[in-house]
């Protein structure tokens, strides 16, 4: 009789114990979309004689206002993308292209991301999950907020930019054992997915605009040249300097 | 110094002259992501503090400590406190060798706060608390029951000889107690200077 009684105990413990680390491990994305309305597939025809080459000439990446180094997978991404529209012949990057002197659409991407771990709010909950043996692991969640602004420079041969613009958000909700940098990496995708996306959907839109017959190639094109003012948001910038006598 | 001493340390000058030489140069050392994981393990010896008149025991030795941490931040901050915050768990294992030959085992959570630092040293601060059992316990006239608390704190510096592997040292203060369970419970204090490495995946 004790026996049965230790063994159905040991099963119990066992149970518990599965539940509590399967429980300590879940991890679960919440996005913040538009209705429905706006993601409605939109098609558009166009030509193939119609369609000019496109080249990725940048993509400047700033994250919580500090600018980062460029990164290949987004930009494989967004050619990717541009691929799979097939509104224009070509889509490469700027290394790639073939040296063209007719019409083409020169594309710049500025990906502005906002990244959020709460720290304060994950350092109370550790304190209190450690104090609890663990125990709290499976009850208490942690966040990770990650937004994305993207902003998508298009620029006809004749010098004409159309500006595109989008936004999204997401919160990864974790336990603490589903802390992992796949889930950030997951969160990332699905919010640039949707950015993308978006942005896709409004270069659909301007078809028209980006067809061989919308404007004549000049004798004389027209480029336009840019240098925006990067400042930081804090005014003081610091500066060292050496004097070697 | 005996042969043997030198053999090791001519050893670890190799060990740290080597690794980072065995590859991973591309990545910057030291820069940790969400979700990170760290092993580790940290040796050092007990050294005792008689903080009151009625402390009377000298109680010292080796001390073990496995443990596993977790990064939930990204770097945070911008000025010299910028750093990451891990969470994780330790188990204590101290070989009292004085005043008797006892042993002592605990399991303490513990939260980290790992400094941005410069390059690949990182400089971090720690705490951790959690239960204790020892044998020394009933012993000595400090402490009357077996099961205690452990609390630690301390700071240290790691040093990234790769991206994954850093080496640590750094000092702790220890106190044992039974949190008033049982009586006596003046509780034992000590310093430990330790040793370790840590493995990041």
């Known amino acids: 009789m004790i026996t049965t009684l230790s063994f159905y105990r040991l099963v119990l413990g066992c149970c518990a114990s599965v539940l509590l680390m399967t429980a300590g491990c879940s991890r679960w994305i919440e996005l913040m979309l538009e209705p429905e309305s706006t993601q409605a597939p939109l098609t558009q025809t166009i030509a193939r004689q119609e369609q000019v080459p ?28 541009l691929r799979e529209i097939g509104l224009f012949a070509r889509s490469s990057s700027a290394e790639n292209a073939e040296p063209s002197n007719g019409k083409i659409i020169r594309a710049r991407l500025l990906v502005d991301e906002a990244l959020d771990p709460h720290p304060g709010a994950a350092a109370w909950k550790g304190i209190v999950i450690g104090a609890s043996m663990f125990l709290l ?50 969160l990332k995708g699905h919010v640039t997915e949707y950015c993308l996306t978006a942005l896709m959907r409004q270069v659909v839109h301007d078809t028209p605009f980006y067809t061989a017959s919308s404007a004549p190639l000049s004798d004389n094109p027209i480029r336009s040249v840019s240098v925006k003012g990067r400042r930081p948001e804090s005014s003081t910038v610091p500066i060292s300097t050496s004097t070697t006598k | 110094m005996t042969r ?96 008797e030959l006892t042993h002592g085992v605990g399991f303490t959570p513990k939260i980290k706060y790992l400094f941005e630092g410069f390059h690949s040293v990182r400089p971090y601060v720690e705490f951790a608390g959690g239960p204790f059992y020892t044998d020394l316990a009933g012993r000595i006239p400090e402490e009357s029951a077996r099961f205690n608390f452990i609390l630690t704190a301390g700071g ?43 493995f990041y995946f």
């Open chain 1, 137 to 186: 692991a499976p009850v208490l969640s942690l966040e990770y907020d990650y937004a994305a602004h993207l902003t998508l420079d298009l620029e006809r041969w004749d010098g004409q930019v159309k500006r595109y613009e989008t936004q999204s958000a997401g919160t990864a909700y974790y336990q603490l054992f589903g802390a992992t940098p796949l889930l950030i990496d997951e």
């Open chain 2, 156 to 198: 240290g510096v790691s040093w990234f000889v790769t991206p994954r592997l850093a080496l640590n040292a750094g000092y702790r203060f220890h106190h044992i107690s039974n949190a008033g369970t049982r009586f006596p419970n003046l509780g034992l204090n000590s310093s430990l200077p330790f040793g370790g490495f840590s």
């Open chain 1, 54 to 81: 496109l080249v990725l000439e940048g993509v400047q990446i700033t994250r919580n206002g500090a600018p980062q180094n460029p990164s290949v997978e987004i930009e494989q991404r967004m050619l990717s993308i």
């Open chain 2, 4 to 99: 043997q001493s030198r053999r090791v340390i001519v050893f670890l000058l190799f060990i740290t002259w080597t690794i980072p030489r065995l590859g991973w140069a591309e990545d910057p050392p030291g820069r940790l992501t969400f979700g990170t994981q760290e092993i580790g393990l940290t040796a050092g010896y007990l050294l005792p503090h008689r903080l009151t008149n009625r402390h009377t025991t000298k109680q010292s030795g080796p001390a073990l400590m496995p443990s596993w941490a977790i990064v939930l931040t990204d770097p945070i901050g911008q000025s010299w406190y910028a750093g990451q915050i891990l969470l994780g768990a330790e188990v204590v294992y101290i070989q009292f060798q004085r005043p």
